[in-house]
């Protein structure tokens, strides 16, 4: 404890704050060069997706696809037979984008939800079935949204705490003490939920 007070300036901030993504974003990301709503990105993304597999499995009312592009794996949730919300999961990586080896989860790369079926709970199931499956650790960055969804409803159903990935020592158990602002020296600490949630 003595420590953490002492160095608390290198541990008290380390996700990357970030905006709301604009639809020039979504462009960006899916190469489109325009904007692009969050039910265009879910399209890009499936459309990806199906490339590598069609196959769905019911989950908590969803239809899930799940696809290993190589590098990460996308997951589509489908309602009522059409793209609803995606998530990417891929390996562990520090700050400068590499993995960090010997880390046993996955990380959040990407999340999104198309307009018309916010409110449905749709990130909170693709969460759930990769919490089921997974020690999850956040992105290196997060939208209001995502800090929403980790601080106001995933650490109400989880354990949910901020650890070091490149030793996985707990650092503190407040998981709004972990964001960075701008300008701040980066660290590889994490928002991190066990497999199976406790």
């Not at 692009?36 to 009312?61: C, H, L, M, N, T």
């Not at 899930?64 to 589509?76: P, V």
């Not at 409803?153 to 020592?169: C, E, F, P, S, W």
Request: hydrophobic letters at 35%.
């Amino acid at each position: 404890m003595k420590l953490l007070l002492e160095n608390w300036r290198k541990y008290i901030h380390e996700i990357a704050a970030h905006p709301s993504l604009t639809a020039d974003e979504f462009g960006d990301a899916t190469g489109a060069g325009q904007k692009q709503s969050s039910a265009d990105f879910v399209k890009w993304a499936k459309q990806g997706a199906d490339e590598k597999s069609q196959e769905r499995i019911p989950y908590d009312g969803l239809e899930l696809q799940i696809a290993d592009m190589g590098d990460h794996t996308r997951i589509i949730a489908h309602v009522d037979n059409n793209p609803a919300g995606y998530v990417a999961i891929g390996p562990v990586k520090n700050m400068q984008g590499e993995p960090i080896p010997g880390v046993k989860g996955v990380m959040i790369d990407t999340v999104a939800v198309a307009e018309d079926s916010r409110g449905q709970g749709i990130a909170k199931k693709l969460y759930a079935y990769i919490i089921e499956r997974y020690n999850l650790f956040s992105g290196a960055s997060q939208t209001p949204e995502s800090r929403g969804l980790w601080n106001d409803y995933l650490k109400k159903h989880y354990k949910v705490r901020a650890i070091d990935a490149t030793t996985g020592q707990l650092v503190f158990d407040v998981p709004e003490l972990v964001y960075t602002e701008e300008g701040d020296e980066y660290n590889n600490i994490y928002l991190f939920i066990p497999k199976g949630g406790k």
